[in-house]
């Protein structure tokens, strides 16, 4: 069996986030290459209606890693009237090194652009999947005071929050959006490895895909016992916590170099030693974490139930996929893993960021999606600050709106549009 035939066609082969209609005969776009605050070209997509040139109001969507400069709700808004930004971020299609502080600054560029030089007065973020929990972070940052914004990664590095202009969002919407990368991957890391450096070596106790432990391969759906979850649950925790004292010690080691570096009288040391402590201040590790597609809503549709489908977004065989190169947070670097991929370091959780956020929100819930749950959509509700706060649900609907059998390939996105622009307009009328 090949990894092929294990990949979800709709989400890594043949991505849905993409125009499903033609848009030229109605919207012009331009290309953007932006320098953001600390150095970094970010580049994306500026859509805007030919028959409004300069919208007062724009739309800007992005996601950690995944492209957004066509994405699927832009068409709808560009017929209503709404300039929209497709901002790709500093990680696009890569998230080796994708510090989520960092990525703000990217974000900041964008809406300082659209503020500053297309004179837009009402900006509108679109954060969908991985984009709900980036917007929030960026909200909760912009909102507070320069002096209150984090000034260190999880990692210890400087970042410079403190000294950028962040202009908050107007509103936003959160679409078929988890909590968080770091709390996904808490939910979906294999507990059942035992030793970093040799993943095969497994505690049946806790492989998920042990039919002693209830496992039913696909079609027929598992139930599992009640202490197997709870033990499950806290034992993924302890593994994401062993990976970030790894992380750590990596990033010490590093820092020890550099003081070597610092040391007054480091330029009389012997050559050989100078070399050593320069190799080891600048040597960059890369964190392999494996067998990171094992969540137990994967195959056991009573935790959590909705009217999904067997399997995850990126694979319906996750006994397999489980075991493949592609998977969440599979290679990173000790600071990536801490601020993005760490459900108990990473700062970009929505639980933590959410509270901040007390402007218009619109959040979508797909019913069956296979990656983001009603618990999650409750949480994000729970946790919003806003009092101004609408949930639409769309029962049949999977990750990305795409179509299903005979319908039009934009059939999703319109259903959502259709609910969607109505709540837009009723707040930021053109």
């Not at 600054?105 to 954060?127: H, M, P, Q, S, T």
């Not at 984090?150 to 509103?171: E, Q």
């Not at 450096?197 to 598992?222: I, K, V």
């Not at 000790?334 to 760490?342: E, I, N, V």
Request: net charge negative.
């Amino acid at each position: 069996m090949t990894a092929s035939r294990l990949l979800s066609a709709t989400y890594w082969r043949a991505s849905w986030v993409r125009f499903r209609e033609p848009v030229n005969e109605f919207a012009e776009c331009a290309p953007l290459l932006l320098n953001t605050h600390d150095g970094v070209q970010v580049r994306g997509l500026h859509w805007t209606p030919r028959a409004n040139p300069r919208p007062k109001v724009a739309v800007i969507a992005a996601h950690p890693r995944v492209d957004f400069s066509q994405h699927y709700a832009f068409p709808a808004l560009l017929r209503a009237g709404y300039a929209c930004v497709g901002a790709n971020l500093r990680s696009i299609n890569n998230d080796l090194n994708c510090v989520h502080e960092q990525l703000l600054i990217d974000v900041a560029a964008y809406v300082n652009w659209l503020r500053d030089e297309c004179g837009v007065e009402k900006v509108v973020w679109l954060g969908n999947s991985g984009g709900g929990a980036l917007g929030c972070f960026y909200q909760q940052q912009a909102k507070a005071q320069p002096s209150e914004r984090l000034r260190r990664t999880p990692a210890g590095r400087p970042v410079p929050l403190a000294d950028i202009s962040m202009p908050p969002f107007d509103g936003m919407i959160i679409s078929a959006a988890h909590l968080g990368q770091g709390l996904v991957l808490s939910q979906t890391i294999d507990p059942s490895v035992t030793d970093e450096h040799n993943p095969m070596l497994t505690d049946r106790s806790l492989d998920m895909f042990d039919p002693a432990n209830g496992f039913q391969p696909s079609p027929r759906w598992t139930k599992y016992d009640p202490d197997f979850v709870i033990r499950y649950r806290q034992k993924q925790l302890e593994r994401v916590a062993r990976i970030d004292a790894l992380a750590h010690s990596l990033i010490a080691e590093r820092g020890r170099g550099e003081d070597l570096c610092n040391w007054p009288g480091f330029e009389n040391a012997p050559p050989h030693l100078q070399r050593a402590a320069v190799q080891q201040a600048t040597f960059a590790p890369v964190m392999a974490t494996y067998r990171t597609m094992a969540n137990l809503n994967y195959v056991d549709n009573s935790i959590d139930p909705s009217e999904r489908d067997y399997g995850s977004l990126l694979s319906d065989r996750p006994d397999i996929m489980n075991f493949q190169l592609f998977g969440f947070g599979r290679l990173q670097t000790p600071d990536a893993w801490l601020s993005t991929w760490s459900g108990l370091s990473s700062n970009a959780g929505i639980p933590k960021t959410a509270p901040s956020v007390t402007e218009p929100v619109a959040v979508v819930h797909a019913g069956r999606d296979l990656d983001a749950y009603p618990q999650h959509t409750k949480v994000i509700m729970d946790s919003l600050g806003s009092a101004d706060k609408t949930l639409f649900e769309f029962p049949r609907r999977l990750h990305y709106f795409e179509p299903e059998g005979d319908e039009p390939q934009n059939a999703g996105a319109a259903e959502q549009l259709a609910k969607l622009l109505p709540w837009l307009q009723a707040r930021w009328p053109l």
